[in-house]
C-alpha cells in the first residue's frame, strides 16, 4: 500500500491563530465541521501544526503503541508548568513505573472502600443547597469533585476551604493554558487580568501541595493513599521518587479526577434539566432502588438508568474531548501516510462517538441506547472517553463510582429546571465545559410531596395515565 498521501488542512484557519480560535469559540461545532471521510487532518493552533487523528481504529493504533506514539507535544510543555512529570503527561521512559506505584490503589477492592467517604464529601456539597436556588453548575461541581478527591485519594489532607480555593485555581490555569495554545508566548508576559490570575493560581496550587506532601511526610497518617505511596523508601531508606516528581504527581491525582468529573457531571445536570420526562425516570429508578437509604456503593450496580445516563454524558461529552497529546517518536506509517518524527498528533473522543457509521442518530442524547451493551464499558474502538492502551485513566472505575454516586445523590434529593437565558453552547479549556451553565434546585425531599409526580415507568418506553391506558413519552432529545 502506498503509504505518502498527503494529510489535507481542515479549512477555516485564520491569520496566526490558525483553527484555535474555531476550536475554543465552538469546539463540538468545529469538530462536527471537519469532513468524516478523512483518516487524518492537518490544524494549526496558534503556531503549532497538528496532525488530527479522526479513524477511530487508527486512534486505537497510536492510543496502543506507546513507543512509536509517545505522550509530548505542545500542550503536553504548557501544562508542564503545572502537572511537569506527572503520570499523565511524562513520557514512556519515566511512566511505567509510578503507574506501578499507584495503581493498586484503583483496584476493584480498593474502590468499594471508597464509597462512604465519596458519599461524605458529595453530602457536604450537596447538603449546602437550598430550594429555588439557583447555582452555577461547573463551580458547584468542581467543588463537589475535588473534595471527594482529597477525601477519598489525599485522606483530607486539604481543608475544605484550601481545596475549593485549588479546584477555582485550576480553572484559572487551564483556562490560561488553553489561551497560550493558541498565541505566540510573548503574551505570556503581558500584565493581563487572565495572566495575573494563571500566574498566582499556579503559584498558590504548586505551594498547596507541596505543604501537604511536607506535612504528610513529618507527621502521617498510616492510610494508603496517593501521598502515602508517592513518599514510598527504597531498601536503602531513601524515597523512590524525586521532590519535584512526588509533587507533580500529586498535583495530578488532584486535578485529573476534579476538572473532569465536574464537566460531564455538569452536563449530566444540564441533560436533566432540560428534560423532564428522563428526570422522571431517574428519580422513578432511585426512589424504588434506594428508598430513603443513601446512595452508598453497594447499590450503585442496580442503578442501571443512572449509569446509562452517565455513560450517554461520557459519550457525547468526553471530558478531554481533542487531545493533542502525541509525537511521533520515529518516521513511521500511520494509515496510508508517511509521518515524520516529531509530528504532533491529536485525537478526539468527541469525533469518534459522534460518528454516524458508529453510533445511530448520533447527536441525540439517549441513554437506552447502551441498553444491551455491557456496562461500564462498550466496543473498545467506539467509545473511549478514558483513552486506551498503556496511557488509558487510571481512574476509570473511580470516576464512574463517583459520578453515579454523585448523580443519585443529586436526583434523590432535588429537582432540576432549567433557568432561562443560562448561555450555552459553551466554550472549551483544556477541557469542555458547560461554562456559564446555571439550574435550579427544587426540593424533593424529605416532604416527598414532589416525589414521582409523574407516572413514568423506568424503561420510559410509556407510561400509566390516570385513566390507566399507557401513551408513549417523549424521546429524550437534545441536539448540540
Ligand atoms: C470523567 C472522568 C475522567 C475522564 C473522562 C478521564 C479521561 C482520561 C483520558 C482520556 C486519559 C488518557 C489521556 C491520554 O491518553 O493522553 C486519562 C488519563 C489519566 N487520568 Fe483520567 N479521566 C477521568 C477521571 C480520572 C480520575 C478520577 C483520575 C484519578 C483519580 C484520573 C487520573 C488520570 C491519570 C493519572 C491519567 C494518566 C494515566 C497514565 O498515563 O498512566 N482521571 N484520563
Redesign the pocket.
Known amino acids: 500500500m502506498k503509504t505518502d498521501r498527503a494529510i489535507p488542512l481542515a479549512r477555516g484557519a485564520v491569520p496566526l491563530l490558525g483553527h484555535a480560535r474555531a476550536l475554543s469559540r465552538d469546539p463540538m461545532h468545529f469538530l462536527k465541521s471537519l469532513p468524516e471521510d478523512v483518516d487524518l487532518i492537518g490544524l494549526r493552533l496558534g503556531p503549532n501544526p497538528v496532525v488530527l487523528v479522526c479513524d477511530p481504529e487508527l486512534t486505537q493504533q497510536v ?1 496502543t503503541d506507546d513507543s512509536t506514539f509517545d ?1 509530548g507535544g505542545p500542550l503536553v510543555d504548557l501544562v508542564a508548568p503545572l502537572v511537569g512529570d506527572g ?2 503527561t511524562c513520557p514512556r521512559s519515566r ?1 511505567r513505573h509510578p ?1 506501578r506505584l499507584l495503581q493498586p490503589l484503583f483496584r476493584p477492592g480498593r474502590l468499594e472502600d471508597y464509597g462512604e467517604k465519596m458519599a461524605a464529601a458529595i453530602d457536604s456539597v450537596i447538603g449546602d443547597w437550598r430550594d429555588d436556588q439557583v447555582f452555577d453548575v461547573p463551580a458547584e461541581m468542581r467543588r463537589l469533585t475535588i473534595r471527594v ?1 482529597v477525601e477519598a ?1 489525599f485522606s483530607g489532607t486539604l481543608a475544605p476551604a484550601v481545596a475549593d480555593q485549588t479546584a477555582d485555581d485550576f480553572t484559572a490555569v487551564l483556562v490560561g493554558i488553553a489561551q497560550r495554545m493558541a498565541r505566540p508566548p510573548v503574551a505570556d508576559r503581558l500584565p493581563t487580568p487572565t495572566n495575573r490570575r494563571y500566574y498566582a493560581a499556579l503559584k498558590r496550587v504548586r505551594e498547596t501541595v507541596r505543604d501537604a506532601v511536607e506535612r504528610r511526610r513529618a507527621d502521617g497518617t498510616g492510610e494508603d493513599d496517593v501521598l502515602a505511596r508517592l513518599l514510598t523508601t527504597g531498601a536503602d531508606g531513601k524515597p523512590v521518587l524525586s521532590e519535584s516528581a512526588i509533587v507533580d504527581h500529586a498535583i ?2 488532584l486535578i ?2 476534579t476538572a ?2 465536574a464537566s ?1 457531571l455538569g452536563w449530566a445536570l444540564h441533560v436533566l434539566a432540560e428534560h423532564p420526562d428522563m428526570q422522571d425516570r431517574l428519580h422513578a429508578e432511585i426512589d424504588v432502588l434506594l428508598a430513603d437509604k443513601p446512595a452508598s456503593s453497594d447499590v450503585l450496580a442496580k442503578l442501571e438508568l443512572t449509569q446509562r445516563i452517565v455513560t450517554e454524558s ?1 459519550r457525547m461529552y ?3 474531548f481533542f ?1 493533542p ?1 502525541r509525537i511521533v517518536t520515529t518516521d513511521t506509517d500511520l494509515g496510508q501516510h508517511r509521518l515524520p518524527a516529531g509530528t504532533v498528533l491529536a485525537f478526539s ?1 468527541w469525533l469518534v462517538h459522534h460518528r454516524s457509521d458508529l453510533y445511530e442518530d448520533p447527536e441525540h442524547f439517549d441513554p437506552d441506547r447502551w441498553k444491551n451493551t455491557e456496562l461500564p464499558m462498550p466496543s473498545r474502538n467506539a467509545f473511549i ?3 486506551s492502551g498503556a ?5 476509570l472505575d ?2 464512574y463510582q463517583e ?1 453515579v454516586l454523585a448523580l443519585a445523590t443529586i436526583a434523590s434529593r432535588w429537582r432540576l429546571e432549567p433557568v432561562a437565558g443560562s448561555p450555552l453552547p459553551p466554550r472549551a479549556a483544556a477541557n469542555l465545559t458547560a461554562r456559564g451553565l446555571r439550574v435550579r434546585t427544587v426540593l424533593r425531599r424529605p416532604s416527598g410531596a414532589e416525589k414521582c409526580s409523574r407516572p413514568v415507568d423506568l424503561d420510559g418506553r410509556s407510561v400509566r395515565t390516570p385513566d390507566g391506558n399507557h401513551r408513549p413519552t417523549q424521546r429524550p432529545g437534545w441536539l448540540i
Open positions: 492510543l505522550k503520570l499523565a511512566h503507574r478527591a485519594l495530578t491525582f485529573a479526577p473532569t468529573i460531564v461520557l468526553p471530558s478531554l487531545a497529546l473522543p472517553p478514558f483513552g496511557r488509558q485513566c487510571i481512574g473511580f470516576a459520578m
